[in-house]
């Protein structure tokens, strides 16, 4: 079992970064590839991208590349979306999620989620 907990989001300009952190219980946490989704108001969840168990391999949606980054810190229990040139359309819940199997977009593949945390762009 894994319990993950999100945290970082808050009110950005347009223009502006945050960096959102995803703490994981469990001492398996370094055997699961970690993946960010995100759901906008109205809209279906979104893939935003996914970070190998050893954070050697990421993998993004067309729409944020370039401008997201994944990365992990094993040793803390932690992923981070770095998230820079942030626009209004990126306004959404921002979830975690945990894979053991590979890494995919798909977010029914995802064995354990977060509860989110809101990012909201102003323009």
């Known amino acids: 079992q894994v319990q993950l907990v999100e945290s970082g989001g808050g009110l950005v300009q347009a223009g502006g970064s945050l960096r959102l952190s995803c703490v994981a219980s469990?001492?398996?946490?370094?055997?699961?590839?970690m993946g960010w989704f995100r759901q906008a108001p109205g809209k279906e969840r979104e893939f935003v991208g996914v970070?190998?168990?050893?954070?050697?391999?990421?993998y993004y949606a067309d729409f944020v590349k370039a401008r997201f980054t994944i990365s992990r810190d094993n040793a803390k229990n932690t992923v981070y979306l770095q998230m820079n040139s942030l626009k209004p359309e990126d306004t959404a819940v921002y979830y975690c999620a945990a894979n053991s199997f590979f890494m995919s977009d798909y977010g029914g593949g995802y064995d354990y989620w977060g509860q989110g945390t809101q990012v909201t762009v102003s323009s």
């Open positions: 469990g001492r398996t946490f370094k055997s699961y590839y």
């Open positions: 970070i190998s168990w050893s954070g050697e391999n990421t």
